[in-house]
C-alpha cells in the first residue's frame, strides 16, 4: 500500500498516510493526527535511493580498463 506525505493546512502538521491508490483516486483526505482536521493537502518529498554497482562490466568509455 502506498505511503503518502501530507500537511495539515490548519496546525502544519507534516504527517504520512497509508491507502490504496483506489482509495486516493476516490477523494479520501486523511485526518490530522495531532488536530483531527480533514484540512490536509497532499505533499511531495525527496526520495533517497542507493544504486549498486552493476555486475556487467563497463564498455569503452572513460572508465574502461583495456
Known amino acids: 500500500m502506498p505511503v503518502y506525505a501530507y500537511v495539515c493546512e490548519t496546525c502544519g502538521t507534516e504527517f504520512d498516510a ?23 493537502r497532499h505533499v511531495f518529498k525527496a526520495v533517497a535511493m542507493i544504486a549498486r554497482p552493476s555486475s556487467v562490466p563497463p564498455r569503452g568509455g572513460c572508465c574502461s580498463s583495456r
Open 18 to 40: 497509508f491507502a490504496s491508490i483506489q482509495k486516493k483516486e476516490s477523494g479520501w483526505q486523511p485526518r490530522c493526527p495531532k488536530c483531527g482536521s480533514v484540512q490536509t
